[in-house]
Protein backbone atom coordinates (compact mmCIF):
# COMPACT_ATOMS: atom_id res chain seq x y z
CA UNK A 1 0.00 0.00 0.00
CA UNK A 2 3.36 2.18 0.24
CA UNK A 3 6.14 2.60 -2.15
CA UNK A 4 9.51 2.12 -0.77
CA UNK A 5 11.61 5.01 -0.93
CA UNK A 6 15.54 5.08 -0.12
CA UNK A 7 16.10 7.53 1.70
CA UNK A 8 19.58 8.98 2.33
CA UNK A 9 21.57 8.27 5.57
CA UNK A 10 24.67 9.97 6.91
CA UNK A 11 27.90 7.74 7.14
CA UNK A 12 31.02 9.25 8.10
CA UNK A 13 33.92 7.97 5.96
CA UNK A 14 36.90 9.72 7.71
CA UNK A 15 37.03 11.88 10.80
CA UNK A 16 37.41 14.92 8.62
CA UNK A 17 34.01 14.97 7.11
CA UNK A 18 30.71 13.09 6.32
CA UNK A 19 29.19 12.24 3.46
CA UNK A 20 25.62 11.34 2.33
CA UNK A 21 24.49 7.94 0.43
CA UNK A 22 21.89 5.91 -0.83
CA UNK A 23 21.12 2.66 0.93
CA UNK A 24 18.38 0.74 3.05
CA UNK A 25 18.93 -0.08 6.81
CA UNK A 26 20.26 -3.34 7.81
CA UNK A 27 16.77 -4.63 9.80
CA UNK A 28 14.98 -8.07 10.45
CA UNK A 29 11.94 -8.77 8.66
CA UNK A 30 8.77 -6.61 8.61
CA UNK A 31 6.18 -7.18 11.19
CA UNK A 32 3.31 -5.76 9.09
CA UNK A 33 -0.22 -4.61 10.62
CA UNK A 34 -3.14 -3.56 8.71
CA UNK A 35 -6.40 -1.77 9.35
CA UNK A 36 -9.31 -0.76 7.44
CA UNK A 37 -12.51 1.50 8.17
CA UNK A 38 -15.50 1.75 6.31
CA UNK A 39 -18.71 3.78 6.75
CA UNK A 40 -22.41 2.60 8.02
CA UNK A 41 -25.01 4.61 6.30
CA UNK A 42 -28.95 4.62 7.71
CA UNK A 43 -31.57 6.61 5.69
CA UNK A 44 -28.85 8.20 3.71
CA UNK A 45 -26.93 9.30 7.15
CA UNK A 46 -24.09 8.33 8.65
CA UNK A 47 -24.58 6.68 12.04
CA UNK A 48 -21.07 4.88 12.60
CA UNK A 49 -17.48 4.49 11.41
CA UNK A 50 -16.75 0.31 12.00
CA UNK A 51 -13.47 -1.37 11.31
CA UNK A 52 -13.77 -4.09 8.42
CA UNK A 53 -9.92 -5.31 8.84
CA UNK A 54 -7.28 -5.40 11.83
CA UNK A 55 -4.33 -7.74 11.37
CA UNK A 56 -1.00 -7.32 12.41
CA UNK A 57 2.33 -9.74 14.15
CA UNK A 58 4.65 -9.37 16.98
CA UNK A 59 5.72 -7.18 17.98
CA UNK A 60 3.74 -4.99 16.72
CA UNK A 61 -0.20 -4.52 18.21
CA UNK A 62 -3.56 -2.70 17.33
CA UNK A 63 -6.02 -1.90 19.94
CA UNK A 64 -9.86 -0.75 19.09
CA UNK A 65 -10.93 0.19 22.25
CA UNK A 66 -14.83 0.86 22.25
CA UNK A 67 -15.93 3.47 24.73
CA UNK A 68 -12.97 5.86 24.27
CA UNK A 69 -15.12 7.92 22.01
CA UNK A 70 -18.25 9.68 22.90
CA UNK A 71 -19.41 9.39 18.94
CA UNK A 72 -19.77 6.30 17.06
CA UNK A 73 -18.96 7.88 13.92
CA UNK A 74 -15.12 8.14 14.63
CA UNK A 75 -13.10 5.04 15.23
CA UNK A 76 -9.90 5.50 17.48
CA UNK A 77 -6.83 2.56 17.12
CA UNK A 78 -3.91 2.78 19.52
CA UNK A 79 -0.82 1.25 17.78
CA UNK A 80 1.63 -0.08 20.73
CA UNK A 81 4.45 -2.73 20.82
CA UNK A 82 5.29 -5.70 22.92
CA UNK A 83 7.65 -5.08 25.32
CA UNK A 84 7.35 -1.07 25.83
CA UNK A 85 9.30 -0.35 22.89
CA UNK A 86 11.92 -0.83 19.66
CA UNK A 87 15.11 -3.01 19.72
CA UNK A 88 17.64 -2.79 17.19
CA UNK A 89 16.76 -3.98 14.09
CA UNK A 90 12.70 -4.12 14.71
CA UNK A 91 10.99 -3.36 11.44
CA UNK A 92 7.77 -2.33 11.71
CA UNK A 93 5.25 -1.42 8.80
CA UNK A 94 1.53 -0.16 9.46
CA UNK A 95 -1.03 0.35 6.58
CA UNK A 96 -3.95 2.09 7.21
CA UNK A 97 -7.05 2.76 4.86
CA UNK A 98 -10.10 4.79 5.30
CA UNK A 99 -12.98 4.52 3.05
CA UNK A 100 -15.08 7.64 1.84
CA UNK A 101 -16.42 9.51 4.73
CA UNK A 102 -14.55 8.39 7.81
CA UNK A 103 -13.21 9.95 10.58
CA UNK A 104 -10.45 8.11 12.29
CA UNK A 105 -8.20 8.81 15.20
CA UNK A 106 -4.49 6.62 15.04
CA UNK A 107 -2.37 7.46 18.69
CA UNK A 108 -0.45 5.58 21.04
CA UNK A 109 -0.81 4.57 24.26
CA UNK A 110 3.28 6.13 25.41
CA UNK A 111 6.27 7.15 23.65
CA UNK A 112 7.57 4.94 21.09
CA UNK A 113 10.70 3.95 22.64
CA UNK A 114 14.04 2.91 20.70
CA UNK A 115 16.90 1.04 22.31
CA UNK A 116 20.77 1.35 21.62
CA UNK A 117 21.67 -0.12 18.30
CA UNK A 118 23.70 -3.93 18.28
CA UNK A 119 25.70 -4.97 15.17
CA UNK A 120 24.75 -2.01 13.51
CA UNK A 121 21.05 -2.64 13.51
CA UNK A 122 18.54 0.01 12.68
CA UNK A 123 15.51 0.19 14.15
CA UNK A 124 12.70 0.96 11.39
CA UNK A 125 8.89 2.26 11.18
CA UNK A 126 7.35 2.93 7.98
CA UNK A 127 3.30 4.32 7.88
CA UNK A 128 1.24 4.26 4.65
CA UNK A 129 -2.03 5.70 5.35
CA UNK A 130 -4.63 6.12 2.27
CA UNK A 131 -7.32 8.47 2.82
CA UNK A 132 -10.78 8.55 1.29
CA UNK A 133 -12.67 11.55 -0.43
CA UNK A 134 -14.70 13.21 2.56
CA UNK A 135 -12.89 11.48 5.13
CA UNK A 136 -10.50 12.47 7.80
CA UNK A 137 -7.24 10.95 9.39
CA UNK A 138 -6.12 12.67 12.80
CA UNK A 139 -2.28 10.93 13.33
CA UNK A 140 -1.53 11.52 16.47
CA UNK A 141 1.04 9.31 18.16
CA UNK A 142 3.25 10.33 21.67
CA UNK A 143 6.76 11.47 20.76
CA UNK A 144 9.77 9.17 19.77
CA UNK A 145 12.44 8.47 22.35
CA UNK A 146 15.80 7.58 21.12
CA UNK A 147 18.11 6.14 24.26
CA UNK A 148 21.40 6.08 24.13
CA UNK A 149 23.57 4.74 20.90
CA UNK A 150 19.92 4.07 19.21
CA UNK A 151 19.96 4.33 15.30
CA UNK A 152 16.28 4.71 14.42
CA UNK A 153 14.80 5.14 10.70
CA UNK A 154 11.54 6.37 9.70
CA UNK A 155 9.03 6.88 6.87
CA UNK A 156 5.61 7.67 6.78
CA UNK A 157 3.30 8.60 3.33
CA UNK A 158 0.00 9.46 2.99
CA UNK A 159 -2.20 9.60 0.22
CA UNK A 160 -5.08 11.96 0.08
CA UNK A 161 -7.86 12.18 -2.41
CA UNK A 162 -9.93 15.29 -3.65
CA UNK A 163 -11.66 16.34 -0.42
CA UNK A 164 -10.23 14.19 2.36
CA UNK A 165 -7.97 15.94 5.10
CA UNK A 166 -5.17 15.02 7.31
CA UNK A 167 -3.49 16.27 10.46
CA UNK A 168 -0.27 15.15 11.00
CA UNK A 169 1.65 15.65 14.11
CA UNK A 170 5.57 13.93 13.96
CA UNK A 171 7.73 14.69 17.44
CA UNK A 172 10.24 13.44 18.99
CA UNK A 173 12.76 13.96 22.33
CA UNK A 174 16.31 13.83 23.06
CA UNK A 175 16.29 10.78 24.81
CA UNK A 176 15.50 9.51 28.98
CA UNK A 177 15.54 13.42 29.88
CA UNK A 178 15.42 11.78 33.75
CA UNK A 179 18.68 9.75 33.03
CA UNK A 180 20.81 12.80 31.66
CA UNK A 181 21.05 11.19 28.32
CA UNK A 182 20.82 14.68 26.04
CA UNK A 183 20.52 13.79 22.19
CA UNK A 184 22.82 10.59 22.71
CA UNK A 185 21.70 8.73 20.12
CA UNK A 186 23.67 7.53 16.98
CA UNK A 187 21.14 8.40 14.58
CA UNK A 188 17.51 9.91 14.07
CA UNK A 189 16.07 9.83 10.21
CA UNK A 190 12.27 10.64 9.43
CA UNK A 191 10.76 11.40 6.30
CA UNK A 192 6.52 12.66 6.17
CA UNK A 193 5.14 12.85 2.55
CA UNK A 194 2.05 13.47 1.77
CA UNK A 195 0.35 12.95 -1.70
CA UNK A 196 -2.88 14.49 -3.09
CA UNK A 197 -4.46 12.32 -6.20
CA UNK A 198 -1.11 10.81 -6.52
CA UNK A 199 0.89 14.36 -6.81
CA UNK A 200 3.29 15.13 -4.51
CA UNK A 201 2.09 18.37 -2.15
CA UNK A 202 4.72 18.24 1.32
CA UNK A 203 7.49 16.39 2.34
CA UNK A 204 9.53 16.54 5.44
CA UNK A 205 13.09 15.10 6.16
CA UNK A 206 14.67 15.19 9.48
CA UNK A 207 18.21 13.98 9.81
CA UNK A 208 19.98 14.27 13.04
CA UNK A 209 23.75 12.56 13.74
CA UNK A 210 26.83 14.15 15.09
CA UNK A 211 29.16 15.63 12.70
CA UNK A 212 32.73 16.31 13.62
CA UNK A 213 31.93 19.96 13.05
CA UNK A 214 28.66 20.04 15.10
CA UNK A 215 27.34 17.40 17.64
CA UNK A 216 23.44 17.05 17.78
CA UNK A 217 23.11 18.27 21.82
CA UNK A 218 25.07 21.53 20.83
CA UNK A 219 22.51 22.11 17.87
CA UNK A 220 19.65 22.02 19.69
CA UNK A 221 20.94 24.39 22.67
CA UNK A 222 18.82 24.06 25.23
CA UNK A 223 15.86 22.12 23.71
CA UNK A 224 14.67 18.56 24.76
CA UNK A 225 11.71 18.12 22.57
CA UNK A 226 10.50 19.55 18.64
CA UNK A 227 7.52 18.72 16.82
CA UNK A 228 5.81 19.40 13.66
CA UNK A 229 2.03 19.02 13.15
CA UNK A 230 0.56 19.58 9.73
CA UNK A 231 -3.37 20.06 8.61
CA UNK A 232 -4.25 20.08 5.54
CA UNK A 233 -7.89 19.85 3.73
CA UNK A 234 -11.03 21.36 3.28
CA UNK A 235 -12.65 19.17 6.71
CA UNK A 236 -10.26 21.83 9.12
CA UNK A 237 -10.53 24.84 6.93
CA UNK A 238 -11.77 26.89 9.48
CA UNK A 239 -9.28 25.91 12.29
CA UNK A 240 -6.31 26.41 9.96
CA UNK A 241 -7.34 29.76 8.84
CA UNK A 242 -7.93 31.06 13.17
CA UNK A 243 -4.57 29.08 13.79
CA UNK A 244 -2.55 31.39 11.00
CA UNK A 245 -4.44 34.44 12.21
CA UNK A 246 -3.48 33.58 15.93
CA UNK A 247 -0.01 32.02 15.92
CA UNK A 248 0.90 33.78 12.58
CA UNK A 249 0.17 37.69 13.35
CA UNK A 250 2.87 40.16 14.35
CA UNK A 251 3.46 40.46 17.60
CA UNK A 252 2.87 44.31 19.19
CA UNK A 253 5.90 46.01 20.43
CA UNK A 254 7.62 44.82 23.89
CA UNK A 255 6.47 41.09 23.80
CA UNK A 256 8.27 39.32 25.40
CA UNK A 257 8.79 35.59 24.47
CA UNK A 258 8.80 33.15 26.30
CA UNK A 259 12.19 30.66 25.73
CA UNK A 260 10.53 27.59 26.84
CA UNK A 261 8.47 26.83 24.20
CA UNK A 262 8.82 27.67 20.69
CA UNK A 263 5.95 27.87 18.15
CA UNK A 264 6.16 29.11 14.66
CA UNK A 265 3.51 28.31 11.86
CA UNK A 266 3.86 28.68 7.95
CA UNK A 267 0.98 28.28 5.25
CA UNK A 268 0.47 25.29 2.63
CA UNK A 269 -0.97 26.91 -0.48
CA UNK A 270 -1.05 24.94 -3.83
CA UNK A 271 -3.39 23.96 -6.77
CA UNK A 272 -4.75 20.85 -7.88
CA UNK A 273 -6.66 20.51 -11.50
CA UNK A 274 -7.62 24.09 -11.07
CA UNK A 275 -8.29 24.02 -7.57
CA UNK A 276 -6.15 25.97 -4.70
CA UNK A 277 -5.83 23.64 -1.92
CA UNK A 278 -5.00 24.73 1.52
CA UNK A 279 -3.37 24.10 4.99
CA UNK A 280 -0.68 24.97 7.35
CA UNK A 281 2.31 23.57 8.94
CA UNK A 282 2.84 23.88 12.67
CA UNK A 283 6.29 23.64 14.31
CA UNK A 284 7.44 23.37 18.06
CA UNK A 285 10.17 23.45 20.07
CA UNK A 286 10.15 23.13 24.00
CA UNK A 287 11.79 21.94 27.26
CA UNK A 288 9.80 19.00 28.24
CA UNK A 289 7.27 17.23 26.77
CA UNK A 290 4.16 18.46 29.07
CA UNK A 291 4.78 21.74 27.06
CA UNK A 292 4.29 20.24 23.66
CA UNK A 293 1.26 17.99 25.06
CA UNK A 294 -0.20 21.50 26.37
CA UNK A 295 0.71 23.36 22.99
CA UNK A 296 -0.72 20.74 20.71
CA UNK A 297 -4.04 20.55 22.48
CA UNK A 298 -4.78 23.82 22.82
CA UNK A 299 -3.82 24.19 18.94
CA UNK A 300 -6.21 21.08 18.26
CA UNK A 301 -8.86 21.43 20.56
CA UNK A 302 -11.47 22.75 18.21
CA UNK A 303 -11.14 19.45 16.88
CA UNK A 304 -12.43 17.33 19.99
CA UNK A 305 -16.22 17.45 19.14
CA UNK A 306 -15.86 15.38 15.95
CA UNK A 307 -12.94 12.59 17.65
CA UNK A 308 -15.50 12.66 19.89
CA UNK A 309 -13.11 12.87 23.13
CA UNK A 310 -9.43 14.54 23.82
CA UNK A 311 -6.62 12.30 22.66
CA UNK A 312 -4.03 14.44 24.98
CA UNK A 313 -6.20 13.63 28.08
CA UNK A 314 -4.30 11.53 30.85
CA UNK A 315 -1.18 11.95 28.73
CA UNK A 316 0.74 14.49 31.09
Known amino acids: ?44 QLVAVTNTVLQYTYPLKLLLPQNVSKTKTCQWLYVIT ?49 VGAGSLLVFLPDPVVCYKDAAYRQEQVFH ?20 GECWEFQSYHSTNSIYLE ?12 DTPLLPVHQAMAQYHVVGMCVLIGPAL ?15 PYGYKYTKEVVVSISPLRFEREGEEIHGTVVRVMAYTTTQVFTEMERILQDLFPRLGGNPFANKY
Not at 164 to 171: A, E, K, R, T
Not at 245 to 250: C, T, V
Request: aromatic residues 6%; negative net charge; hydrophobic residues 35%.
Open 160 to 179: LNQGSSLVLLDWYTSGRMAR
Open 237 to 251: SDLYNKLLKELGRSK
Open 198 to 209: DKLVFRDVVCLQ
Open 82 to 130: YGGGLVAGDNIQLDIELAKDCTVVVTTQASTKVFHSVDNLVTCQTVGAH
Open 1 to 44: MTKEMDLSVCTEEDESETNYRTEKPQCRPEARGRAVFQPTWENG
